[in-house]
């Protein structure tokens, strides 16, 4: 069976940082792009950053570029999302997602249909 398992939620104050980890059992990651999702309550679940099976292409979305990185180690099988500069507004439990299929566009990589294997998520609380 394939698994992803979310990991490195907590609780943050406003400006500071949380890595997140994405790990795969019951397969190997090397074939499948990546995605970071996020949903706070009362609210959709949104795209936060996605990655390419190879890494080589990586998208995010507005609200959280040039704060957020993604990245992934295949030999380690995980993919990770750094998060610096958090906001109140980036609260939400997060999750990571494996489709086989690669990206498609950049629009599609952010778009939770795209995706066939979703992990339990990883809370993020940030307050002051």
């Known amino acids: 069976q394939l698994h992803l398992v979310e990991s490195g939620g907590g609780l943050v104050q406003p400006g500071g940082s949380l890595r997140l980890s994405c790990a795969a059992s019951?397969?190997?990651?090397?074939?499948?792009?990546i995605g970071w999702f996020r949903q706070a309550p009362g609210k959709e679940r949104e795209g936060v950053s996605c990655?390419?099976?190879?890494?080589?292409?990586?998208n995010y979305a507005d609200s959280v570029k040039g704060r957020f990185t993604i990245s992934r180690d295949n030999d380690k099988n995980t993919v990770y999302l750094q998060m610096n500069s958090l906001k109140v507004e980036d609260s939400a439990i997060y999750y990571c997602?494996?489709?086989?299929?690669?990206?498609?566009?950049?629009?599609?990589?952010?778009?939770?249909?795209?995706?066939?294997?979703w992990g339990q998520g990883t809370q993020v609380l940030v307050f002051s």
């Open positions: 997602a494996a489709v086989s299929k690669g990206l498609g566009s950049s629009w599609s990589g952010l778009q939770f249909g795209w995706y066939d294997y």
């Open positions: 019951g397969f190997t990651l090397d074939y499948y792009a």
């Open positions: 990655i390419s099976s190879s890494g080589g292409s990586t």
